[in-house]
């Protein structure tokens, strides 16, 4: 699994401003959940974003994760983290050491969105060593975390109002 925090809020002492500020995290998460599925709309094999809100001690936690298979969720972390130019050794079986020749990925860093049809060239084939190239990082959810800040600050608002207008409408009636 794959985990994203999305922020940690400290719960507020009165129930109806804390139970805002959470329906307000769950909003939010729910939209960064829409916004990191553009980026895996084109895969084959895609990871599964969710979302999950709780209450741990005297927090609110949003979570956004990946789930899915291992391989894929392995492939999702070598996209959005980057990997380093490596080499791959020597296979005892030259026909599964196959490559394209050329590759025009469907994802770019710092936009959060895929294309359809990352392109291969031609079939290359090596029996020896090869060095990948490395990818670079696309970091989807530091970007959705810079385009969502002032959602979210506005949502946060708009949850602490809320429930602070509950919490009074509470209090008068009693």
């Not at 129930?15 to 084109?42: C, N």
Request: proline share 6%.
């Amino acid at each position: 699994m794959v985990r994203y925090e999305v922020t940690k809020v400290g719960i507020p002492r009165f129930e109806p401003i804390a139970r805002a500020v959470e329906l307000g995290l769950q909003e939010e998460a729910k939209a960064i959940q829409a916004e990191a599925g553009k980026f895996f709309m084109t895969w084959e094999g895609k990871p599964d974003v969710s979302t999950k809100v709780e209450r741990t001690g005297d927090s609110i936690v949003a979570t956004v994760y990946l789930t899915g298979d291992a391989r894929i969720l392995d492939i999702a972390k070598w996209v959005i983290h980057g990997t380093k130019r490596h080499d791959i050794p020597k296979s005892p079986k030259p026909w599964q050491m196959k490559y394209p020749g050329t590759f025009t990925p469907k994802t770019q860093p710092g936009v959060v969105q895929s294309v359809s049809g990352g392109k291969s060239g031609e079939a290359t084939y090596h029996g020896k060593q090869v060095t990948h190239p490395g990818i670079k990082p696309r970091r989807i959810f530091e970007k959705i975390a810079q385009d969502r800040r002032r959602h979210f600050r506005l949502r946060m608002a708009k949850s602490m109002a809320k429930g602070l207008a509950n919490a009074i409408r509470t209090a008068v009636k009693r």
